[in-house]
């Protein structure tokens, strides 16, 4: 996996990016709804009047952390895709591993992207990064259902979306933190062989 691009620490002339930054850490720790812009600020070494020569409020900054979230999500599966995988199958795995790579590693822009409830539509930035990230799925289901008669071929939008429930699920549940740490299996285990046994029902792959 390429390295993700790190946070920054506060400098002059960097403030809005500390901010968040501050903020990725309280929601790591306690959830999108367990952070002020005053603990942000805190966290930052500013003070509580600071942020709001950046931001309007709490929801702003959220949007921010989503937004950066997206993009550097985008810009990893992306890499994943189009790295020389030997076939278009072994592509969509390496797009699946990326997902729980990115989950695992920057915990704070997923909560933020995805837990939330963060607005994607009403803010055209995020919205356009949302769509570049899962653009990357739906063209890795294109790929790998292309060789399946057009009749039997289901839409790769649906494949895509099915995939990226099936994803999430197992983030949720087994790739960060407990219940996790107790699983039998791997997050990868799980969603590999997840993966598979939905394909062969769709007939992408063939049955043993």
Known sequence: MPETKGRKGYHHGN?????????????EEKGPNG????EAARL???SAAAPYRHFKGREDVIEEMALQGFEIFADLLEH???DGAPSALAAFETVGRAYLYFARTQPGHYIA???SGVSVTANPALAQASDRAFGVLERAA???TAHLPEADRPPASLVSRHIWAMSHG???????GAPGRRAPFSPEEMLESGIGIYLRGLGVIPRP
């Open 15 to 27: 403030l809005r990016q500390a901010l968040v930054d501050a903020a990725l850490s309280l929601i």
């Open 35 to 38: 952070f002020t812009l005053a």
């Open 44 to 46: 930052a070494g500013v």
């Open 80 to 82: 994943a895709h189009d």
């Open 113 to 115: 992207m995805f837990e």
């Open 142 to 144: 294109s790929d790998m």
């Open 170 to 176: 197992v983030v949720e549940l087994f790739a960060r």
